[in-house]
C-alpha cells in the first residue's frame, strides 16, 4: 500500500513537470512569435523543438499506464501536443490504458494507417479490445490488415457478447501434452524461450485440444523430472465456458486466489484463458460504471470533455430527478390546505423524505453487493426481506422517536409529534420495500441494478413519505 502510495506521489511529480514544460513550451512561442529577427522561422522551429524533446525524453522513460494517466489529466489541447510525441510502437498499449472517453479524442487524431501501425504491437485480444472504440471503416481496414490466424482470433472475440469469459479471454497461455515427461516441458519451455506474464500454470490437453488438467509451475520445478505431467497434474482445474458470466469468474478469482485460468469451449475444448491482470481490469471497469451510473451519467466523461458533450451526457437524469421532483410536488399539492393550517409541517416534511431515502439506499447497497457475490437465493430472500423490515422497522421507532421528541420541543404539540413517529416508521419501511424488490426485479430483467435503483427510490421515499406524512396530518390534526 505504501508502494502504491509513493507511486502515485510520484505521477503527480511527473505530471507536473510535464505541465511546466508545456507551458514553457507555450510561453517560448509566444515571444519568438512576437519577435522580428532574420530567419525567423528556423528560430522559431529550433526553439520550440527544445522542450518538445525534453517531453518527448520524459515520456519515453515512462510506463504506457503512466502516460494514460498523464494523458488523461491534460486539457485536450495539451493533451494533443503530448499524444503527438509518443513513440508508435507505445501508441497501442497506451490507448489501451486509457479510459474510453479520452481514447475517443485521441483516436480522432488518428490516421487510419497510425490505428494499423499501432496495432502491429499488439495481440489478438488487446486488438479485440480496441476494435469496438474504432470508426467502423476504420475497424474494418485494421480487420483486413491482419493475417488470417490473427484475424480469426479477434473476430473469436469479438463474436462474445460483453460482460462474458469469452469477451475477456486472450491467447497467451502454454500447452502440454499428459504423456510426456517434466524434463522433456522443462526442455520445451527453454527452447519456447519467450513466456506468457501471468503464467502459473501449464494447460494440459489431448490431441483434440480438450482440456485435461492443469501443472503448476511449482510442481514442474520441484518434482522428479523423469515422472509424466500425468503423475502430477491437476486432474479437476478450475475452468470457464465461453459464456460464463464474467462477473462470476472475477468472483471465482477472487475466491480461489487464481492467477490464470483456461477458458473452453462447449465440447470441453481448449480456446483462451483468462488472466488476473484482465480480470482486475474488468473489476475496475464495472466498479466505475457502477459509480457513475448512480449519479446518473449515462457513459464515462472525460473530464476535460466539451460543454456540449458532457451536458447531453448529464441530460437523462435530469430529466428523471424533474419527473421525481413534479410527482413529489403534486403530492404536497394535494393537502395544500392542511400546510397552510399547520406552517409546522413544511419544516418536518423533509426529514421524513430524507430520513427514508437514506434508509433505502443503505438497503439497495447491501442488495446489489449481494446479487454481485451471488449470495441472494430463493431459499435465503425471505430470511434476509424479514431481516431488512425488521432493522428497518427498529430505526422508524428509535429515530421516529428521536425526531418526534424534536417536534415537540420546537411546537408543544403532542398529535404532531405522534405523526411525525408514525409518518418515520411508515416511510422506513416502505424505503426498506423499495431497496429489496427494485434492484431485484432490474437484475430480474436482465437490467443492471446500480442503474435506475436510486431514482425509483427517490420517487417512492419521498411520494410515499409526504403522502404518509400529511396524510397522517390531515386525520389526526
Known amino acids: 500500500m505504501q508502494h502504491e502510495l509513493k507511486h502515485q506521489k510520484n505521477l503527480q511529480v511527473v505530471l507536473e513537470q510535464v505541465l511546466d514544460l508545456l507551458k514553457k513550451q507555450q510561453l517560448v512561442e509566444s515571444l519568438v512569435h512576437k519577435q522580428a529577427m532574420p530567419r525567423h522561422d528556423l528560430v522559431q522551429s529550433l526553439v520550440e523543438r527544445q522542450h518538445l524533446v525534453e517531453l518527448q525524453k520524459k515520456l519515453e522513460r515512462l510506463h504506457p499506464a503512466d502516460v494514460a494517466f498523464i494523458l488523461e ?23 489501451l490504458e486509457v479510459s474510453d472517453a479520452v481514447r475517443e479524442t485521441l483516436i480522432e487524431e488518428m490516421e487510419n494507417s497510425e490505428i494499423i501501425g499501432a496495432a502491429k504491437h499488439l495481440d489478438s485480444d488487446e486488438i479485440a479490445d480496441l476494435v469496438p472504440d474504432l470508426p467502423s471503416d476504420m475497424a474494418l481496414e485494421l480487420l483486413t490488415s491482419l493475417d488470417s490466424q490473427h484475424r480469426a482470433k479477434v473476430q473469436s472475440v469479438l463474436s462474445f457478447p460483453e460482460g462474458t469469459a469469452g469477451a475477456l479471454m486472450d491467447f497467451d497461455f502454454v500447452t502440454v501434452r499428459e504423456d510426456v515427461s517434466l524434463d522433456v516441458v522443462l526442455r520445451y519451455l527453454r527452447i519456447r524461450g519467450e513466456l506468457p506474464e501471468q503464467l502459473d500454470q501449464l494447460f494440459v490437453v489431448d490431441r483434440s485440444n480438450v482440456l485435461k488438467g492443469l501443472l503448476p509451475l511449482r510442481e514442474l520445478l520441484i518434482r522428479d523430472a523423469d515422472l509424466l505431467v500425468s503423475d502430477v497434474m491437476k486432474t479437476e482445474p478450475i475452468f470457464f465456458y465461453t459464456d460464463d458470466s464474467a462477473r462470476e469468474a472475477a468472483l471465482a478469482f477472487e475466491r480461489y486466489d487464481l492467477i490464470s485460468a483456461p477458458v473452453v469451449n462447449l465440447h470441453h475444448q481448449l480456446v483462451g484463458c483468462l488472466g488476473i491482470d484482465v480480470i482486475m481490469d474488468f473489476i475496475d471497469e464495472t466498479s466505475q460504471k457502477e459509480i457513475l451510473s448512480q449519479v446518473g451519467l449515462q457513459e464515462e466523461e472525460d473530464l476535460f470533455a466539451s460543454v456540449w458533450k458532457s451536458a ?21 399539492g394535494l393537502f395544500e390546505g392542511t400546510i397552510e393550517r399547520i406552517v409546522a409541517l413544511a419544516t418536518l416534511m423533509p426529514i421524513v423524505a430524507n430520513i427514508g431515502g437514506n434508509t433505502g439506499n443503505q438497503t439497495i447497497a447491501l442488495i446489489i453487493r449481494g446479487l454481485a457475490l451471488d449470495q441472494i437465493h430463493p431459499n435465503n430472500f425471505w430470511r434476509m426481506l424479514y431481516k431488512e423490515v425488521a432493522v428497518s422497522f427498529l430505526n422508524g421507532i428509535l429515530w421516529g422517536s428521536v425526531v418526534g421528541l424534536f417536534a415537540f420541543i420546537l411546537y408543544h404539540n403532542v398529535s404532531l409529534a405522534i405523526v411525525m413517529i408514525t409518518a418515520m416508521i411508515g416511510n422506513l419501511l416502505i424505503a426498506s420495500l423499495v431497496g429489496v424488490f427494485t434492484p431485484l426485479l432490474l437484475h430480474k430483467l436482465g437490467r443492471d441494478p446500480a442503474i435506475g435503483s436510486s431514482v425509483i427510490l427517490t ?5 410515499m413519505g409526504f403522502f404518509i406524512f ?8
Open 459 to 463: 420517487a417512492m421515499t419521498d411520494s
Open 470 to 477: 400529511l396524510g397522517l396530518a390531515t386525520i389526526f390534526l
Open 73 to 95: 489529466n491534460l486539457p485536450l489541447a495539451q493533451r494533443k501536443i503530448v499524444w503527438n510525441l509518443v513513440k508508435v510502437e507505445n501508441d497501442g498499449a497506451i490507448l
Open 312 to 332: 447531453q451526457n448529464r441530460w437523462a437524469w435530469l430529466a428523471l430527478n424533474i419527473l421525481v421532483a413534479f410527482i413529489a410536488s403534486r403530492v404536497i
